[in-house]
């Protein structure tokens, strides 16, 4: 037995179901004849890299310490100096790996004969499983790509990926196959997810699973997923330069060097963490902060770009902030999850929760307009690498406009629908209907025969 996960990086559950229904996509069809076609929520934030950890390890981003694209090390143990910043933007994707929880195992490390393509996450393959190397060493066209912007191109690289993928399968030596395919996602951010250019780009994944079909069907799993969403954006608010305006010393990728009382870490762009005194070590609970930073946060939180302002306040709680929904507070517990809203309900779940267990919480805010939004923040602002104020933006909004490579018609990240529902097609029947992306990893584990590690975010579908 062997199972393949495709990742159709950035893809919505909608753009696939149009594509299918269109006709364009006859392998995939055929896929989904068997099984079924899921809309399942992502983690926060729901960003590239970050996002991939409930698929690799079974767990959410803040639980294995990657909360964002960018983030600032208080510790000064991971971050360079002078900046002591992370970004998996460019030559620091190499330091992923050793970022993560080294507690939390991988599905590599799990499934011995595991293969992988276009994942900064690959602790637990050999270099000679690694298919396509998401590192600037092995992947020069890839960085050179992005930077370019070139829709092509990406297509190039999602052709090679399928490629070597199909290789791989066919030669009956892997036991577990994770894919990248990152062009949906590329295209997307350059002109957004209704250009025609996705459509081939699907294209290429619906030839990657005619050839894995080449193969007994009997011995091999063939699942579709994404990481995230999309959605169109028109306005970006430079988070960084308004915050300077404010008479505060900023730093921001690409330039983290220098003396700086504020650090503004974006990432995807539609989420953004905001780290202040940036002398400590340790991240300071809110009550330390609150009186000399009060100001700032309620400056932030009335920014039309700002839709949640989180703000963790120790491990178990956090506040959440909304500008025209009021203020409510989250408490989780190792197992079990509590929603108050105080003057109001920032999440628009419409009803107080005490005590509930992940997947109630999941129940309770499936149908909002943050799904899993509870359990999400929660793990997230539990992550002592997230910032002492955690951004989610407004639909058609961003925090980042310079520096980027290409303008951004379309961005994810944030909370909100459009970027957390996210598409798993399955070829088989299921025990259970998924829930989160974090089910599969659990799921793979158990199509293989391997235990389960305890502790996961995500519970096997089968």
């Known amino acids: 037995m062997a199972v393949v996960v495709l990742l159709a990086d950035g893809l919505r559950a909608d753009t696939l179901r149009r594509t299918i229904d269109a006709g364009a996509l006859p392998a995939i069809s055929r896929l989904l004849q068997g099984g079924g076609l899921y809309e399942v929520t992502s983690a926060f934030p ?35 100096f002078p900046g002591y910043a992370r970004s998996y933007v460019g030559h620091e ?8 929880d080294a507690s939390a195992p991988t599905i590599f490390e799990l499934a011995p004969r595991s293969a992988a393509a276009m994942t900064i996450i690959t602790r637990g393959l050999p270099t000679s499983r690694r298919l396509m190397s998401l590192t600037p060493r092995s992947a020069v066209r890839a960085i050179l790509t992005h930077f370019r912007g070139s829709v092509d191109l990406w297509l190039d690289v999602d052709r090679e990926t399928s490629m070597k993928v199909v290789g791989a399968v066919r030669d009956g030596a892997m036991s577990f196959v994770f894919a990248a395919f990152l062009g949906i996602d590329k ?19 619906d030839d990657t699973v005619a050839g894995l079909l080449e193969r007994p069907p009997d011995s091999l ?10 959605s169109l954006v028109s306005r970006h608010d430079d988070l960084q330069r308004e915050i300077a305006d404010r008479g505060h010393r900023t730093m921001a990728h690409p330039w983290v060097h220098g003396r700086a009382d504020v650090a503004v870490m974006v990432s995807g762009n539609a989420m953004a963490h905001i780290y202040v005194e940036l002398e400590r070590r340790r991240r300071p609970l809110w009550r330390e902060l609150s009186g000399h930073w009060s100001g700032l946060a309620e400056w932030l939180a009335q920014r039309d770009s700002v839709d949640l302002m989180i703000i963790p306040e120790d491990t178990n709680i956090c506040q959440v ?53 509870i359990v999400q923040i929660a793990r997230l602002a539990a992550c002592e690498r997230s910032g002492d104020i955690i951004l989610s933006a407004t639909r058609g909004w961003d925090f980042r406009e310079r520096y980027e490579p290409i303008p951004h018609m379309s961005s994810h ?50």
Do not use: K
């Not at 994707?93 to 993560?100: E, N």
């Not at 799993?221 to 999309?230: L, T, Y």
């Open 46 to 80: 729901s960003v590239t890299g970050p996002a991939y950890t409930p698929f690799l390890l079974g767990r959410f981003p803040g639980s294995v310490g990657l909360p964002g694209l960018r983030w600032f090390d208080r510790s000064r143990r991971v971050g360079a």
């Open 93 to 100: 994707m190499r330091f992923a790996d050793s970022d993560l």
């Open 187 to 205: 295209i997307s951010h350059a002109r957004g997810q209704e250009d025609p250019a996705i459509v081939d780009a699907l294209r290429i994944m």
């Open 221 to 230: 799993r063939v699942w579709i997923a994404s990481d995230h969403g999309h």
């Open 321 to 373: 902030w909304s500008r025209e929904r009021g203020r409510a507070t989250i408490r989780a517990c190792a197992s079990s999850f509590s929603y108050y809203p105080s003057d109001g309900d920032p999440l628009g779940i419409g009803a107080e929760l005490h005590e509930v267990c992940s997947a109630e919480a999941h129940d309770a805010t499936r149908a909002s307009d943050y799904p899993d939004s």
């Open 413 to 462: 990240g944030a909370l909100h629908r459009d970027h957390m529902m996210v598409p798993l097609l399955l070829d088989a029947p299921v025990a259970r209907d998924p829930r989160r992306t974090a089910d599969v990893m659990p799921s793979a584990l158990d199509a293989l025969g391997i235990a389960v590690p305890h502790g996961l975010d995500g519970e096997s579908f089968l």
